[in-house]
């Protein structure tokens, strides 16, 4: 498995017959860093986990014509692109096997889903906004619901074995940036953790 950071939350994860990508987002209009053209060979999956514009970069539609390039968008991403057959859209609390992979999603406690996909005998965990979102602005009450609506949909994941975890390490969140992956590592775990969301 080779993993390749692209930005902000954006990754491309190669398998042995497939290329998974997760919210790709090319910030002001930065030159293109993933071209699906490179793997004729493989299968390429578009992972779009909400339609926040740091998530959703859509540049990514342009990519329809290549035949072996799939969509996972979660269901708050609007597209007016005609590749039916193609594109899977993704509902909190479901799995879904697609063209060869299983993907299982949770529901974000921001927007969207996370996904957990499984692929070619890895598993990898994309979190998207699915986070510990404690605001040191925020009130208590806030800060208690968005933490207990995080764990819930962690705790969801118990018993899986990950290979990666992809999870928001916000420097925003200032001496709370790191409640959200001690939580998933103490309560699920991954062989390999990979902070996102750092701006």
């Known amino acids: 498995m080779k993993i390749t950071y692209l930005h902000h939350s954006g990754f491309s994860v190669e398998t ?21 053209a490179a793997y004729p060979d493989k299968a390429v999956f578009v992972f779009v986990s909400h339609a ?8 990514i539609l342009s990519w329809a014509k290549l035949p072996n390039v799939r969509y996972v968008l979660s269901f708050d991403v609007r597209t007016e692109v005609g590749f039916e057959g193609r ?3 993704a509902e909190p609390h479901r799995t879904y096997d697609f063209d060869g992979i ?13 996904f957990l996909v499984k692929a070619d005998g890895k598993t990898i965990y994309h979190a998207g906004d699915l986070n510990w979102w404690h605001w040191n602005g925020e009130s208590r009450a806030y800060n208690d619901d968005m933490g207990r609506r995080y764990r819930e949909q962690i705790d969801l994941l118990q018993g899986e074995r990950i290979d990666a975890a992809f999870i ?4 925003r969140l200032e001496d709370k940036y790191i409640l959200g992956v001690d939580y998933f590592m103490r309560r699920v775990g ?3 953790v990979v902070p996102m969301h750092l701006w």
């Open 190 to 192: 991954a062989d390999h």
């Open 102 to 114: 299983s993907i299982q999603t949770l529901q974000s406690n921001d927007e969207g889903v996370a």
């Open 16 to 36: 042995e017959t497939k290329v998974l990508l997760f919210d790709y987002y090319t910030e002001g209009g930065r030159k293109a860093y993933f071209d699906p």
């Open 168 to 171: 928001p390490v916000d420097p």
């Open 52 to 59: 926040h514009e740091d998530h959703y970069d859509r540049r």
């Open 87 to 89: 594109v899977l859209r």
